[in-house]
């Protein structure tokens, strides 16, 4: 059974951080494209951020410079560590697994307040 699971989510002041955490099971992580997804009320999910096996790494132009994501092979964990948070930052967090399947987690909540 493939789980994808959040951690780190929560409520924060603008300027701060958060990390997030991702822990999987059931997938072969080292050859999936790992990234993290977000939605915010009354908007579209979009890409935040991803990293594949080979370590190339993409992010959204809205967050360059303030997050970073990473992984850890030997975990199974992909983590995104954001600073400078931003209001415009609260949303749902999404873990997702992209190799021969895509799967997804079941989201944290990020909550930045000015």
């Known amino acids: 059974q493939v789980q994808l699971v959040e951690s780190g989510g929560g409520l924060v002041q603008a300027g701060g951080s958060l990390r997030l955490s991702c822990t999987t099971s059931?997938?072969?992580?080292?050859?999936?494209?790992m990234g993290w997804y977000r939605q915010a009320p009354g908007k579209q999910r979009e890409l935040v951020a991803s990293r594949s096996p080979g370590g190339f790494t993409n992010y959204a132009d809205s967050v360059k410079g303030r997050f970073t994501i990473s992984r850890d092979n030997a975990k199974n964990t992909v983590y995104l560590q954001m600073n400078s948070l931003k209001p415009e930052d609260t949303a749902v967090y999404y873990c997702n697994a992209r190799g021969l399947q895509e799967f997804w987690g079941q989201g944290t909540q990020v909550t930045v307040s000015s």
């Open positions: 059931g997938i072969i992580f080292n050859i999936n494209v």
